[in-house]
């Protein structure tokens, strides 16, 4: 069974780093780019950026240039979002899914991470 | 401001049809054929239904339709269950720096 199974809620107090993982299983990690979205309370979806395992080719959405770090381990099959210091508004859920063709559609989601940021 | 535009909410009754509309530009929607909808229930992962437009997942019921006319996209549920009742966001392949963008999400309510 093809499954992303994504670590568990963090709560987190501004300025703290974080990296949060999306562990694959099922299907060969490295042929497929997996993408991270961002969904704050009550709001919709944000495409963040993309990464392709098999060479850690990376491409992020103007918003979150700069502002978050995607990477990926091949030998252990698990891509990752990670902040070096958080603030409040990155307070979301976040959702690793895995690209399906072309079009850079999502055919398979993680379960996803809530992280809070909070004083 | 989502970079797609989608009605806020849409309602029917079972059985109905409904139509949510998903409206963009040539860079995106307009210029390519590679439109994806998928469906969100609260507290879940959003799940894929359509891709390409018009394609459906394996698994996927065929209640669910897509198609596009010109910069807006269109997905149909028909025979409408109490199921359906969910939020839907439509995304689409972009020429911008983007590379993919979202629609702010419609909730559809089963009444």
């Known amino acids: 069974e093809v499954q992303l199974v994504q670590s568990g809620a963090q709560v987190k107090k501004p300025g703290e780093s974080l990296k949060i993982s999306c562990e694959v299983s099922?299907?060969?990690?490295?042929?497929?780019?997996i993408g991270w979205v961002r969904q704050m309370p009550g709001k919709g979806l944000e495409w963040m950026g993309l990464?392709?395992?098999?060479?850690?080719?990376?491409t992020y959405s103007p918003s979150f240039q700069g502002q978050v770090t995607i990477s990926a381990d091949k030998s252990i099959s698990t891509a990752f979002l990670q902040w070096s210091s958080l603030k409040a508004s990155d307070t979301a859920t976040y959702y690793c899914?895995?690209?399906?063709?072309?079009?850079?559609?999502?055919?398979?989601w993680g379960q996803g991470t809530l992280v809070t940021v909070s004083s | 401001q989502s970079a797609l535009t989608q009605p806020a909410s849409v309602s029917g009754s079972p059985g109905q049809s409904i139509t949510i509309s998903c409206t963009g530009t040539i860079s995106d929607v307009g210029g390519y054929n590679y439109v994806s909808w998928y469906q969100q229930h609260p507290g879940k992962a959003p799940k894929l239904i359509i891709y390409d437009v018009s394609d459906r997942p394996s698994g996927v019921s065929n209640r669910f339709s897509g198609s596009k006319s010109g910069n807006t996209a269109s997905l149909t549920i028909s025979g409408l269950q109490a199921e359906d009742e969910a939020d839907y966001y439509c995304s689409s392949y972009s020429s911008s720096s983007t590379l993919m963008v979202f629609g702010g999400g419609t909730k559809l309510t089963v009444l």
């Open positions: 990464i392709y395992p098999r060479d850690s080719d990376t």
């Open positions: 099922g299907y060969t990690f490295t042929s497929y780019w």
């Open positions: 899914a895995s690209v399906g063709g072309p079009g850079n559609w999502f055919d398979l």
